[in-house]
């Protein structure tokens, strides 16, 4: 596993920790802004969740989430990360 990887890996667990059974990716975004010290731009940060949807670390979970001004995808991890 390569160092970029595993930070990865590393940062997606801890930020498993940080967010509830299921979250919006403003919430996740947040939690790894957290754990990495770092802003994320809105943009790059959805290329990124993509990348964790797509590779299966996260899925789509029943519902919405009521925000400000519309209602929101919820997501979760699946179950072998973290």
């Known amino acids: 596993?390569?160092?970029?990887?595993?930070?990865?890996?590393?940062?997606?667990?801890?930020?498993?920790?940080?967010?509830?059974d299921t979250f919006t990716i403003p919430e996740l975004r947040a939690a790894f802004e957290i754990v990495t010290g770092k802003s994320f731009d809105r943009g790059n940060f959805r290329r990124k969740f993509q990348g964790l949807l797509e590779g299966g670390v996260v899925e789509r979970a029943p519902g919405?989430?009521?925000?400000?001004?519309?209602?929101?995808?919820?997501?979760r991890f699946r179950s072998a990360i973290g």
């Open 1 to 20: 596993m390569t160092s970029s990887l595993s930070n990865r890996l590393d940062t997606t667990a801890i930020s498993k920790s940080l967010v509830g």
């Open 64 to 75: 919405k989430r009521a925000t400000a001004s519309k209602p929101a995808a919820v997501y």
